[in-house]
C-alpha cells in the first residue's frame, strides 16, 4: 500500500521564521510535488523533483525552496514565512509520467498557520 | 482566463441521481487528464484517468474532447458516499507539471 507521509498535521509559525515541511514516501517514486490548497483557488504546484537532487519550479515557487538528498524524501522550505504563506501542504509522489501505474500520491496535508 | 476551470457548484442531488461535471482547460498541448476526488479533510485520490476514446468505471463514465478541450465526468445512481469534491486534472506535455482545477462540490442527500 502507498505511503505518503508527512512530518506534521499542525503547524504554528510566526512571520519571519524559517519553516521546514518534510516529505517521505515508501513506494521508491521517482517524481516528487509540494502543492498548497486554498479555497477557490485549488492545488497550485509550488515545486517539482523527478530525481534526486533535481527540481523544476512550479507556478507558485516566490518563496520557497525545496531539498531532495534522498529519493524518498522531498522537503519544502519557506525562507522567511510570511501570513500570505498560511494554507494547506499537501506532498504527492509518483512513478514517471507514461507508465502505467502513474497517478499522484498524496500525503494527508500540513495546515501551516503563520502568524 | 484560469488553466483549468470547473464549476465550482456546490451540486445538491438526491441520491440515484445522475449528474455530470464539465471542465475545460486552455493548453491545446496538453497531455494527460484525470479526475481526482477529495473528501472533506482529506487528501485528493484518484478516480479515474481520462482517455480521447472515453471510458467507464462501474457508475462513472469519463468523457474528453481535445478539439473543444474539454472533459466531463459523468456520475450514475448517485450514492450518499459519493458527496465529496471532484477535481479535474491536466498535465502539460512532459507530463510533469499538473494543474488542478478548483473543484466541483457535490453533495447526494438521501
Known amino acids: 500500500d502507498v505511503k505518503v507521509t508527512q512530518s506534521s498535521r499542525y503547524l504554528v509559525k510566526r512571520t519571519g521564521e524559517k519553516v521546514f515541511l518534510e516529505c517521505v514516501q515508501d513506494m521508491d517514486h521517482e517524481n516528487m510535488f509540494w502543492y498548497r490548497q486554498d479555497p477557490g483557488l485549488g492545488l497550485r504546484l509550488i515545486y517539482f523533483?523527478?530525481?534526486?537532487?533535481?527540481?523544476e519550479k512550479g507556478d507558485i515557487p516566490e518563496g520557497y525552496s525545496v531539498s531532495r538528498e534522498k529519493k524518498e524524501r522531498f522537503s519544502l522550505i519557506l525562507e522567511s514565512a510570511s501570513t500570505n504563506q498560511t494554507s494547506m501542504y499537501l506532498c504527492?509522489?509518483?512513478?514517471?509520467?507514461?507508465?502505467?501505474?502513474?497517478?499522484?500520491?498524496f500525503g494527508p496535508g500540513t495546515r501551516l498557520t503563520v502568524t | 482566463r484560469k488553466e483549468v476551470e470547473q464549476d465550482p457548484g456546490p451540486f445538491n442531488v438526491p441520491e440515484g441521481a445522475t449528474v455530470a461535471f464539465n471542465c475545460t482547460y486552455s493548453n491545446s498541448a496538453s497531455q494527460s487528464f484525470f479526475w481526482y476526488r477529495q473528501d472533506c479533510r482529506k487528501e485528493p485520490k484518484l478516480l479515474m484517468s481520462v482517455y480521447s476514446s472515453g471510458n467507464e468505471d462501474g457508475r462513472f463514465t469519463a468523457q474528453l474532447n481535445r478539439a473543444s478541450q474539454y472533459i466531463s465526468l459523468l456520475i450514475r445512481d448517485s450514492k450518499l458516499s459519493d458527496s465529496a469534491t471532484y477535481l479535474c486534472v491536466v498535465t502539460d506535455t512532459g507530463g510533469f507539471k499538473t494543474i488542478f482545477g478548483a473543484g466541483t462540490r457535490l453533495f447526494v442527500k438521501a
Open positions: 504527492a509522489s509518483s512513478s514517471p509520467p507514461g507508465t502505467a501505474t502513474w497517478e499522484q500520491y
Open positions: 523533483s523527478y530525481d534526486v537532487k533535481m527540481k
